[in-house]
């Protein structure tokens, strides 16, 4: 099993692990409301953003994958994090017995298809390393990871509640047909 963080690289990013001096850039971009939009809603402070760190670095150690951090290639600064992880959120076992899929990205770097090239690449990784099925969740108000979910070969597996908010449960059972 993989204990340290593979690196890879995009056209436009590199996907690595966090390093220590990523922490700040981190914890801003966590404390931004438009990025916690429709993750849990609230901002996160300088210690959550802290445990979240940990908790990313700590799961390539635990599971053999995890969360990489997103560089922009043309500056090195950290926009974002992709990738996986065990979120055991009792959504049952349908949900929880699967490595769930994850992708933020600063609101500066939106729109200009970087989400989608650092998904894709993570999820290139896992279908040759790991494979198997995924899961994620995506707030269901929110179009643009809905859209980006079903690019990455995800199918709703059903509709539920999570913390009060309206969630979609998504499964990709392996990489979609490609064209």
């Not at 597996?157 to 064209?179: D, F, I």
Request: net charge positive; with cysteine.
């Amino acid at each position: 099993m993989i204990r340290s963080t593979p690196m890879i690289n995009t056209a436009r990013l590199t996907l690595c692990a966090m390093r220590p001096e990523d922490f700040d850039r981190f914890a801003e971009i966590w404390r931004d409301p438009c990025v916690v939009r429709h993750i849990g809603g609230l901002p996160r402070s300088r210690g959550e953003a802290w445990d979240s760190f940990l908790r990313n670095a700590g799961h390539w150690h635990m599971a053999g994958f995890g969360q990489w951090g997103v560089l922009q290639q043309s500056n090195r600064k950290l926009i974002g994090q992709a990738g996986f992880f065990y979120g055991n959120r009792d959504m049952g076992d349908d949900f929880d017995g699967f490595p769930e899929a994850g992708w933020v990205l600063a609101p500066e770097v939106q729109g200009q298809g970087l989400g989608y090239e650092a998904a894709q690449a993570a999820h290139d990784w896992f279908d040759r390393i790991m494979p198997g099925p995924l899961v994620a969740m995506v707030d269901a108000t929110n179009g643009a990871s809905q859209k980006l979910a079903k690019k990455l070969g995800y199918v709703l597996l059903r509709e539920a509640q999570y913390k009060n908010t309206a969630v979609r449960l998504l499964r990709r059972n392996g990489p979609p047909a490609r064209a």
